[in-house]
């Protein structure tokens, strides 16, 4: 059993940045791609980032490039989303989530994390 623990999150103005940590307790096959995902109030949960531990693969939401940048560090199991130019659109419930390919579907990750939250003031 894969547990994932995010952390980084917080209030922010306008404009800031955060960069949020995603730390796996394993890596495994199955689990190969990893990727952020929010909730905002009332939506529905929706794809941000991804990268695969095993490959320079990343996949972003349209809205997020060349704002957000998915990492990894191998040796920690560790993935980050480094979030800059916040916009209070940004503020939502972010989660980390690993599964066996990267989609931009909830559905394929087997594996969650409690989420942390990331609001923008304007």
């Known amino acids: 059993q894969v547990q994932l623990v995010e952390s980084g999150g917080g209030l922010v103005q306008a404009g800031g940045s955060l960069r949020l940590s995603c730390a796996a307790s394993?890596?495994?096959?199955?689990?190969?791609?990893m990727a952020w995902f929010r909730q905002a109030p009332g939506k529905e949960r929706e794809f941000v980032a991804a990268?695969?531990?095993?490959?320079?693969?990343?996949r972003y939401l349209d809205s997020v490039k060349g704002r957000f940048t998915i990492s990894r560090d191998n040796a920690k199991n560790t993935v980050y989303l480094q979030v800059n130019s916040l916009k209070p659109e940004d503020t939502a419930v972010y989660y980390c989530?690993?599964?066996?390919?990267?989609?931009?579907?909830?559905?394929?990750?087997?594996?969650w994390g409690q989420g942390t939250q990331v609001t923008v003031s304007s």
């Open positions: 989530a690993a599964g066996p390919v990267v989609t931009d579907s909830t559905t394929p990750y087997n594996y």
């Open positions: 990268i695969r531990w095993s490959a320079t693969f990343t």
């Open positions: 394993e890596r495994t096959f199955s689990t190969d791609a």
